[in-house]
């Protein structure tokens, strides 16, 4: 039988807590920062709206009527359709073994911030504690250094994320009634102090007075929308995991809206704390884009200036990475739920020893971020996934749920319980024909375009070698868009051992 959610809370305290992570507190304040704060934030919500809340929904629904992760939920649509749940199984796979690493350094701070207390005012070694302590070399050169320590935290991040989701809805409903309410309460007490600094207004005001005039760059939609796609786990397995936890008597039109406008408000809430903090020591104009900067080297340096006191600023830096562990853990094991849910629907594995292996094994892999070159290559992997993998998963869904199959079916799952507050059709079905896959794929078309031009991030003047961007880089893309042909390989042998699949369509499960 079906594990499902104790609760209606559960779930959404889950869904809240995997689309809450680490991007909400340090890059969404950076774009924003970046581009005209109140502006970003216009069309950060506009695409929730236009993009977000639908693409969320439809995930959530499909899985809640075929009670399975995300290939099967595919299948059921379109017998054809599968391989595109296994991309976003893989897209979990991949991100998950460097987020891990992340998470590690999180620790790591987090076990080290005892040293902020004798730092006041010493900016320079603040900025320099991360790095000298995992020995980075800030590029492909040092696969021989290893940095012990996080190693340490490394192995900690896996254990943690298994004991949490060893169980699976039982254990996951339990830790995130603690890990959804700690980070906001931290985050609300950093934002009473942030805005207590002589200054913090001038922060407070650059967050939601709008520069209209930065709407006119192309890069802040494309930022915003991108930022929105990635913050609310969707394509990379997870929603469909939880989705088919779901009792039939759930209204997941009113739930919906509960995680996405949460997610919302943390990042907000967030950002709150980010520019008081930075505008109340001076540092306001020093904000980055770029989340590990701002979370490793940007901001120790405000901690250290927040206060002449050793000791408050060394609580405050407990208090900062605290809340980046809690905004961590669900992140990660929601991700290992959606790739375990996937491949234990699929051939039929217990579920608990499904989830102890992949942590084992995508565990191994993940070493190699504690080496001197982990930075760089995370640096490779992360943009290579979110420029192209995940908007390839994501276009492809909406195809899929659009264009070979039945949309209106989705739809009337997704209003099965609503009452007074319903989807409308004018905003749902236009969404996922048409409106976001043109969207996304204009995402994808631009990061491409930057790429071969040389304008973006890892183009002719990226800093990382050919080599290494084919290896680590183009590499992933390759085994995660074969990810669907390498699975059908494997069933095609157990078929031969008597392995059979369920292949059961969308109809053919209403019938049973």
């Known amino acids: 039988m079906r594990e499902k959610w104790s609760s209606r809370s559960a779930f959404i305290l889950a869904s809240i807590g995997s689309a809450v992570g680490l991007g909400n507190a340090w890059r969404f304040p950076g774009l924003a920062a970046k581009y005209g704060g109140g502006a970003f934030l216009f069309v950060y919500l506009l695409a929730m709206l236009v993009v977000g809340i639908p693409l969320l929904m439809m995930e959530i629904a499909v899985a809640r009527y075929t009670r399975k992760g995300a290939p099967g939920s595919m299948r059921a649509l379109n017998k054809k359709t599968e391989a595109i749940g296994w991309l976003a199984v893989s897209n979990g796979i991949g991100i998950s073994i460097y987020y891990a690493a992340v998470f590690a350094w999180v620790i790591l701070m987090f076990v080290m911030s005892f040293k902020f207390a004798g730092m006041t005012g010493d900016t320079a070694a603040a900025s320099t504690l991360w790095s000298d302590t995992i020995k980075t070399t800030f590029t492909t050169d040092g696969f021989t250094t290893i940095s012990w320590p996080v190693v340490g935290s ?47 207004m001038a922060g407070f005001a650059k967050l939601f007075i709008p520069d209209w005039t930065a709407l006119q760059d192309s890069n802040l939609w494309v930022d915003a ?163 192209y993998t995940l908007l390839i998963t994501g276009v ?9 199959f039945k949309t209106t079916k989705i739809l009337e799952e997704l209003n099965r319980n609503t009452k007074k507050a319903k989807m409308p059709s004018w905003w749902f079905l236009p969404s996922i024909k048409v409106i976001s896959p043109v969207i996304l794929t204009g995402l994808f078309i631009w990061n491409l375009y930057n790429l071969i031009t040389g304008g973006g991030v890892y183009g002719a003047d990226d800093g990382y070698s050919l080599k290494y961007n084919i290896i680590f880089g183009w590499a992933t893309v390759l085994l995660i868009l074969c990810s669907g042909l390498i699975v059908k390989v494997i069933v095609k042998i157990k078929s031969s051992k008597g392995f059979k699949e369920d292949d059961r369509t969308w109809d053919e499960l209403k019938e049973a």
């Open 154 to 200: 490394l192995v900690a991040a896996w254990a943690l994320c298994y004991v949490c989701i060893r169980n699976g809805t039982t254990s996951v409903g339990k830790v995130v009634k603690f890990t959804v309410s700690l980070p906001v309460i931290c985050l609300l007490i950093m934002a009473v102090r942030g805005m207590m600094l002589p200054g913090a």
């Open 225 to 387: 929308i991108g930022q929105v796609f990635y913050s609310l786990s969707t394509s990379m397995a997870i929603m469909f995991a939880y989705g088919s936890f779901l009792n039939k008597e759930s209204n997941i039109f009113v739930d919906t809206l509960i995680i996405a406008f949460s997610d919302m408000l943390v990042s907000v809430l967030a950002g709150i704390v980010m520019f008081t903090t930075m505008a109340g020591v001076g540092m306001l104009d020093n904000m980055s884009a770029s989340g590990i900067a701002t979370a490793f080297i940007i901001y120790p340096q405000a901690i250290v200036s927040i206060s002449d006191s050793g000791v408050f600023n060394m609580i405050f830096a407990f208090i900062f990475y605290f809340c980046l562990i809690t905004l961590a853990i669900d992140s990660l094991f929601s991700i290992i739920e959606g790739i375990s849910t996937a491949v234990s629907d699929k051939f039929g594995l217990n579920k608990k020893k499904t989830t102890l292996t992949i942590c084992i094994v995508e565990g191994v892999i993940s070493f190699i971020y504690v080496t001197g070159a982990g930075l760089a290559i995370l640096d490779i992997v992360d943009y290579f996934i979110n420029s």
């Open 396 to 404: 492809l869904e909406m195809l899929a749920a659009g264009w070979f």
